[in-house]
C-alpha cells in the first residue's frame, strides 16, 4: 500500500471480526512505533497491550458516557493503552525548552499514528480512544509515577466499512506567509 492511499483510506473501526491479531503481528506494528521521530529521540512512548478481559472491562468502566468506542474495549481482539514518559521529550538537561512545555502528546500523538497505519496497511482497523478518565485507566495498568495515560487503540480485522467524513481542501487552512 502506498503512503497516501493508506492515509487516505484508515478510518476509525469499533467493530471488529472475532479473529485474533498475532504476536507476530504485534510485533511488527511495534517496529512501526520505534521507528516514530520524537523530540531528540527522546522515544518517549510506553504502550501496554492488555490481553485480561477482566482489565479489559475494567478499562471499558473508564470510558466516557456515550463514548461510540465503548465496546471496542472489550470486544476489539488487540488493544493497547497508549501512555507518555513525563519531563523528557521537550527537555534539556531536566528543563523544559518550549512554550508549550513538556512535548510528550505531540510525540505520542505521531507514535500512535504510525501504528494506526501501520495497521491499516496490515488490514487491521483502530479507533484512538480520548474520552475517558486517564488516571483511572492508569491505576488499572498500575501505572507508575512519572507516566501519563494518554490514548486506548483498540484494534483488529474490520467488520464494517466507514465512509470517509467530508474533509477541508486545503485551501481553507493552508496560508502563504502570514495568517
Known sequence: MELMEAIQQRRSIRKFEDRPVSDELVRELMDAVMWSPSWANTQCWELVQVKDPAKREQLQQTISKGNPATKA?????????????????GYYNGVVTTKFGDWFMFDLGIACQSLCLAAHDKGLGTVIVGLFDQDA??????????????????????????KAPKRRPPEEFLRVDSF
Open 73 to 89: 474495549i472489550v470486544s476489539a481482539p488487540a488493544l493497547f493503552v497508549i501512555c507518555g514518559r513525563l519531563k523528557s521529550s
Open 137 to 162: 485507566a492508569g491505576k488499572v495498568i498500575d501505572l507508575p509515577e512519572g507516566y501519563e495515560v494518554v490514548a486506548m487503540v483498540p484494534m483488529g480485522y474490520p467488520a464494517q466499512e466507514v
